[in-house]
């Protein structure tokens, strides 16, 4: 038996497993339920790991979990399928709603507006990365730095409104 994964992310680690399971490579998962204590989340050691009962697969073990790293992480702007006008987040390739093909997939974008168009239920604008831009939020206090009681309870007016 040889490990050859551990993160503190059980999903990844199991994900890990599923892989190598697939590819007919018997493994196991050890400290699969490490918060039984409050503090094991902490400790390195009660982490998930990814244990191979098979030492002379541990190459190819390890290849495959290298290859399911090596894809780059979706980066880019929120994309609207040309055919539906479903909106979807960059990671996706294809419209849930018709599958139909995300079109800069085989090149450029036609305009970077089409990318940074915000959806009809949004009342903010986009920012670059096509995520809603929050308005500034408006002083509610008179003047000066609240107390901590303003804080906590709202200005004296309103205190004085609530009766």
Request: charged residues 25%.
């Amino acid at each position: 038996m040889r490990k050859v994964y551990t993160s503190k992310d059980f999903a990844l680690v199991s994900h890990l497993k599923n892989l190598l399971d697939a590819e007919g490579i018997l493994c196991f998962i050890r400290n699969q339920n490490p918060f039984i204590s409050r503090w094991a989340p902490l400790i390195m050691s009660m982490w998930p790991e990814l244990w191979i009962i098979d030492d002379s697969r541990y190459d190819q073990a390890k290849r495959i979990i290298e290859e399911a790293f090596s894809h780059p992480t979706p980066r880019g702007w929120r994309w609207k399928c040309p055919k539906c006008g479903e909106e979807h987040e960059p990671q996706f390739t294809e419209c849930w709603n018709c599958g139909s093909s995300r079109p800069d997939l085989w090149g450029p974008p036609k305009s970077r507006s089409d990318l940074l168009r915000s959806s009809p239920n949004c009342p903010y604008p986009m920012n670059d990365r096509a995520s809603p831009i929050p308005p500034t939020p408006q002083r509610v206090f008179s003047g000066g730095t609240p107390s901590p009681r303003e804080r906590y309870l709202g200005t004296p007016s309103s205190i004085a409104a609530l009766g």
